[in-house]
């Protein structure tokens, strides 16, 4: 069965510093979702691409967080400086064409700032 | 505005049934989606309303009624791994069709 894949799992920074995200939705998924959820809280969604597009990146950080999808397929989420408020779980997603209803997530990565 | 409300917190007994509900306010709308999450685990996609009435899948169904802006998550059967956060995320009308998420209902089934 086809799966969202995204590393790494697991990723301890101290703030300032640079981290990066990857993941490689399920094969033919137009859509994809990076999405950062807190403890306790549900998904917020920080940007969507459809094929290599931004559609939706009005909740991103601009100003430290940054994602691309560059020939459409897999995409990197970079934060740049990490602060301690970063610390969370990232979601990856996709869906098949601009279908939002059904998404398929990845196992995430839980990032830690310290 | 958007809104949703979903009761933050459920219990139950292996076996038995329990109801989720959830109201939503969305700028325009076209259709409701559930999502499991374990603790420690990504969401999962359970079921979607895209028109009024009952989908069922398995020992799970959902039910929408789009003029009361209104819809249920219906667990039959409980079992000790049903314990887990379940979303409803409605799906507000527009290009990007993004689904909204709330802070989910924390089910806990004892036995």
């Known amino acids: 069965e086809a799966e969202v894949a995204q590393s790494p799992r697991y990723k301890i920074t101290e703030k300032s510093q640079a981290v990066a995200f990857w993941c490689d939705p399920i094969?033919?998924?137009?859509?994809l979702y990076w999405y950062r959820q807190i403890l306790g809280q549900g998904p917020e969604l920080l940007v969507q691409?459809?094929?290599?597009?931004?559609?939706?990146d009005s909740q991103l950080p601009k100003d430290r967080f940054s994602a691309e999808r560059l020939k459409g397929v897999d995409s990197t989420l970079k934060i740049q400086p990490a602060e301690l408020g970063d610390s969370a779980m990232y979601l990856c997603?996709?869906?098949?064409?601009?279908?939002?209803?059904?998404?398929?997530f990845g196992p995430g990565t839980r990032l830690l700032v310290l | 505005g958007q809104s949703l409300e979903q009761p933050s917190e459920v219990t139950a007994v292996e076996g038995a049934i329990v109801q989720i509900n959830c109201t939503y306010q969305t700028s325009g709308f076209y259709g409701l989606s559930w999502y499991q999450q374990h603790d420690g685990g990504a969401p999962t996609f359970l079921s979607y309303?895209?028109l009024d009435g009952l989908e069922e899948t398995g020992r799970f169904s959902s039910f929408l009624s789009r003029s009361d802006s209104y819809g249920y998550l219906l667990l039959q059967e409980l079992q000790m791994k049903d314990s887990a956060s379940y979303f409803c995320?409605?799906?507000?009308?527009?290009?990007?069709?993004?689904?909204?998420w709330g802070l989910g209902t924390s089910l806990a089934v004892n036995p």
């Open positions: 094969s033919g998924h137009a859509t």
């Open positions: 309303n895209g």
């Open positions: 997603a996709s869906s098949p064409g601009l279908a939002a209803e059904t998404q398929y």
């Open positions: 995320a409605p799906g507000p009308a527009g290009n990007n069709r993004k689904l909204i």
């Open positions: 691409f459809q094929d290599e597009s931004v559609v939706d």
